[in-house]
């Protein structure tokens, strides 16, 4: 069983561009979650998915942010318009949903550095 | 709302000394409580968790009890390890049927030999 994956691990953009993270979750997960971690915090919630339902979603996700679930497996999450305050590790957790409260699995994070 | 606060790290231990890393949390009626634990250079993993009042979680020679009249799940070792350095994150799941973890700014500890 593998566990949650992110891609990529690191990434270096400069402000104004557009990012794009992948999240594949463990298989037959059907529980989707994103969060955000700056330095010396813990995880923010961003948003989460049921399969490929959103079902809540932060005010922290502005309008820029946008999180896709197209087929209940893998979810993307897109930041447009990168602002120098976006810099944090995104990271993604999954869980199957058959025992409440759901435990979530976390991957190992995207890096963002927007210069 | 809800929120979690733990006490200010870092904490630096010896090896086999006693460990407590407080955690207070604010949220109506029960919720979920649950330690995580973050190794140097790796994702968060779930430690230990309780979901209702006077419930103790333990794993790893860790444990933390669900005190609702103090609304705290304070994490206590016995004799921790060098390997045991990471951070420790405390969180809650509101109840209610909310999915989202709220988490505390995190505790460093760094267990030397």
């Known amino acids: 069983d593998t566990g949650v994956s992110q891609d990529p691990r690191h990434k270096i953009t400069k402000r104004g561009q557009n990012v794009t993270f992948r999240c594949d979750p463990i298989?037959?997960?059907?529980?989707l979650y994103w969060y955000r971690q700056t330095l010396g915090q813990g995880p923010e919630f961003l948003t989460y998915?049921?399969?490929?339902?959103?079902?809540?979603k932060s005010r922290l996700l502005s309008d820029r942010f946008s999180a896709e679930r197209p087929k209940g497996s893998f979810s993307t999450l897109e930041i447009q318009r990168t602002e120098q305050g976006d810099s944090a590790m995104y990271l993604c957790?999954?869980?199957?949903?058959?025992?409440?409260?759901?435990?979530?699995?976390f991957g190992p994070g995207t890096r963002l550095t927007v210069t | 709302g809800n929120s979690v606060t733990q006490m200010e790290g870092p904490v630096t231990l010896s090896e086999e000394a006693f460990l407590t890393i407080n955690c207070t949390y604010t949220a109506t009626g029960y919720p979920s409580l649950f330690w995580y634990v973050q190794y140097p250079g790796e994702g968060l993993q779930l430690l230990l968790k309780a979901t209702k009042a006077d419930d103790k979680g333990s794993n790893k020679g860790f444990e933390a009890t669900y005190r609702k009249e103090t609304t705290s799940f304070h994490l206590e070792k016995g004799s921790v390890q060098v390997s045991d350095s990471a951070v420790y994150f405390c969180a809650l799941i509101p109840q209610g049927g909310s999915e989202k973890l709220v988490f505390g700014k995190g505790t460093k500890l760094t267990v030397n030999p």
């Open positions: 957790a999954s869980s199957s949903g058959w025992d409440s409260p759901y435990e979530q699995y």
């Open positions: 998915f049921q399969n490929e339902a959103q079902l809540e």
């Open positions: 298989s037959e997960h059907n529980r």
